[in-house]
């Protein structure tokens, strides 16, 4: 039993002093509808007032841009209280956590030496523009509390907003 133990070692410390082992795994998990509104902090329905980049520093001190959307707050969904009893402002900043962890990330992705889950709505909006209304899922506050944008809030995952369309459906799952 020692023996096997050894050689498996062995080979598990070849493997990971040999070139060919780096490599990165991204994983797509597509996160569905009922999962996107039950993990929801707040839904909200907004108008996309403008389409802005954030620059920041990563963690190598490196500086990276990634955008945000300045959204004014039409309608909350979630949780089913006033506007003014869940914001400070009803225009809030939305950030996309996917795709700032791609910018934070990206040295390590491109040496193939991260392995991440890359969690994702299935949208039906190919694109978003200023004076899109759409329906956004988003994480708690203070998940984005080190954000220096006022009023800055997260995306439950990646892409976590869609068409007005989904609105009856996003109601029945509240119920």
């Keep these: 039993?020692?023996?096997?133990?050894?050689?498996?070692?062995?080979?598990?410390?070849?493997?990971?002093?040999?070139?060919?082992?780096?490599?990165?795994?991204?994983?797509?998990?597509?996160?569905?509808?009922?999962?996107?509104?039950?993990?929801?902090?707040?839904?909200?329905?907004?108008?996309?007032?403008?389409?802005?980049?954030?620059?920041?520093?990563?963690?190598?001190?490196?500086?990276?841009?990634?955008r945000y959307f300045a959204v004014r707050i039409d309608e909350v969904?979630?949780?089913?209280?006033s506007i003014s009893k869940n914001w400070d402002a009803p225009r809030i900043a939305i950030v996309d956590p996917q795709e700032m962890f791609y910018q934070e990330q990206a040295d390590l992705i491109a040496a193939n030496v991260i392995s991440f889950a890359?969690?994702?709505?299935?949208?039906?909006?190919?694109?978003?523009a200023a004076g899109d209304r759409l329906i956004f899922f988003l994480a708690a506050p203070e998940t984005a509390d080190k954000l220096p944008l006022p009023n800055a809030r997260f995306l439950i995952c990646g892409r976590a907003y869609d068409t007005l369309a989904i609105r009856r459906a996003v109601l029945k799952k509240l119920k």
Excluded: H
Aim: with cysteine.
């Design 1 to 66: 039993m020692k023996d096997i133990w050894r050689v498996l070692s062995g080979g598990v410390l070849a493997c990971l002093l040999s070139r060919e082992a780096v490599s990165s795994t991204v994983s797509p998990v597509t996160v569905p509808l009922a999962k996107v509104v039950s993990d929801s902090w707040s839904i909200v329905v907004g108008s996309v007032e403008e389409i802005s980049e954030y620059r920041f520093s990563n963690a190598r001190k490196k500086m990276v841009t990634t």
């Design 77 to 81: 969904l979630k949780p089913r209280e």
């Design 118 to 128: 890359d969690r994702r709505y299935p949208t039906k909006v190919q694109q978003i």
